[in-house]
């Protein structure tokens, strides 16, 4: 049977989620985060759970979500053990956001449209500017 790891201190959990401490603090601040705390000291500590949960919100923060969805994502496990209702709130979120995406693919798609047309009107221009230049 294996041991349990010894819990962390929130400058070694930071180090090897490549994050700083601050970010840390700040997701406990919100809500997202609940350190362990040692009874002979005042320092916070973190164990599997939260380090689990930190990777966690950096993989949606990555993938888009904001940090309300990710919270409710999350907490959802804690209601409900099964893994249902928070996949079921997982998909619906996902599914927002891969239309969102699309819609942001398609406007960048159009914009650069745009940018190569006047990129060859312009282009053009300089050339025609240019021979004319050469002929005079």
Same mark, same amino acid.
């Given at each position: 049977m294996t041991k349990p790891l010894p819990p962390m201190s929130i400058s070694e959990l930071a180090? #090897?989620? %490549?994050?700083?401490?601050?970010?840390?603090? *700040? *997701?406990?601040e919100v809500g997202l985060l609940t350190p362990l705390h040692h009874e002979k000291m005042s320092q916070r500590l973190y164990g599997p759970r939260e380090k689990a949960r930190l990777k966690l919100i950096l993989r949606g923060?990555?993938? !888009?979500?904001?940090? @309300? #969805?990710?919270? #409710? %994502?999350? $907490?959802? *496990? $804690?209601? $409900?053990?099964?893994?249902?209702?928070?996949? #079921?709130?997982?998909? @619906? *979120? !996902?599914?927002?956001?891969?239309q969102e995406i699309d819609e942001?693919?398609?406007e960048l798609t159009l914009l650069k449209e745009d940018l190569l047309e006047y990129h060859e009107r312009f282009t053009a221009r300089l050339n025609k500017l240019n021979e004319e230049e050469n002929d005079v």
């Open positions: 180090q #090897e989620l %490549m994050i700083t401490p601050r970010t840390i603090r *700040y *997701y406990e923060k990555k993938l !888009g979500f904001s940090l @309300a #969805e990710i919270k #409710e %994502m999350i $907490d959802l *496990y $804690d209601i $409900d053990r099964s893994e249902r209702l928070q996949l #079921e709130r997982t998909v @619906a *979120y !996902g599914e927002r956001r891969l942001k693919i398609k």
